[in-house]
């Protein structure tokens, strides 16, 4: 099975822009998880869609935005883009969702830089 | 929310085992313990789980304390390509997210 898709791999934008980001789970897999990555902060959960449905939400504002189609892929959006924004982007696809023992498979990500 | 304490680093030398220690706790009864592992440039990449007893896969190994506050991911024979930083993650709460917290760097030495 190939597994999980991101694009871009590389993004610049300046600050005030907006940028959406999308990812390809594995296939069979329904739920799909976005995750922040900066050396500040770590891995910070940004939310989880689940057969089109967001079941999750972290700690962020509502810039960040996303969303789920039925084949599953996914997108996350940010809208008026800061400085701080800049991270890598991990998605994570898994077969279902709420379940204790689920495992996450990660893509490669997305770096985001804003200038 | 459960948290997890982990060596911000560690070295070892290649073909050797490795012990990674995590804390935690103030796990509850239904938290699973994951590990999951970051090569550099990569996406995290599943290794281990488990709730009560001892664990074994291809990848590693995984001993839970008998009162669950602590755990420890065996690597039995270090390669250079096991550089990473594991994290331990407990899996918690009514939706079992994944709460991650800063991992520990393991350095294989040649």
């Known amino acids: 099975k190939a597994g999980v898709t991101q694009t871009p791999r590389y993004l610049i934008k300046t600050r005030g822009q907006q940028v959406t980001l999308s990812c390809s789970p594995i296939?069979?897999?329904?739920?799909v998880s976005w995750y922040q990555q900066t050396p500040g902060q770590g891995l910070q959960f940004l939310f989880e869609?689940?057969?089109?449905?967001?079941?999750n939400k972290g700690n962020f504002p509502g810039r960040f935005s996303g969303r789920q189609f039925s084949n599953s892929r996914s997108e996350m959006n940010v809208s008026t883009l800061e400085l701080g924004d800049s991270a890598l982007y991990l998605c994570?696809?898994?077969?279902?969702?709420?379940?204790?023992?689920?495992?996450?498979?990660f893509g490669p990500g997305t770096r985001l830089t804003v200038l | 929310d459960a948290k997890t304490t982990q060596p911000n680093s560690m070295e070892s030398n290649e073909e050797e085992p490795v012990h990674l220690p995590c804390n935690h706790s103030?796990?509850?009864?239904?938290?699973?313990i994951h590990w999951y592992r970051q090569l550099p440039s990569q996406g995290p990449e599943y290794v281990i789980h488990?709730?009560?007893?001892?664990v074994n896969n291809r990848m590693a190994s995984l001993a839970i304390a008998e009162d669950r506050k602590s755990s420890t991911l065996i690597l039995h024979r270090a390669t250079l390509r096991d550089a990473a930083v594991y994290y331990c993650?407990?899996?918690?709460?009514?939706?079992?997210?994944?709460?991650w917290g800063a991992g520990t760097k393991l350095i294989i030495k040649p």
């Open positions: 994570a696809s898994s077969l279902n969702s709420g379940r204790p023992t689920d495992t996450q498979y």
């Open positions: 296939s069979g897999h329904r739920s």
């Open positions: 869609y689940f057969s089109e449905t967001q079941r």
């Open positions: 103030t796990i509850s009864g239904t938290d699973y």
């Open positions: 488990g709730l009560t007893s001892n």
């Open positions: 993650i407990l899996r918690e709460g009514s939706n079992y997210q994944l709460i």
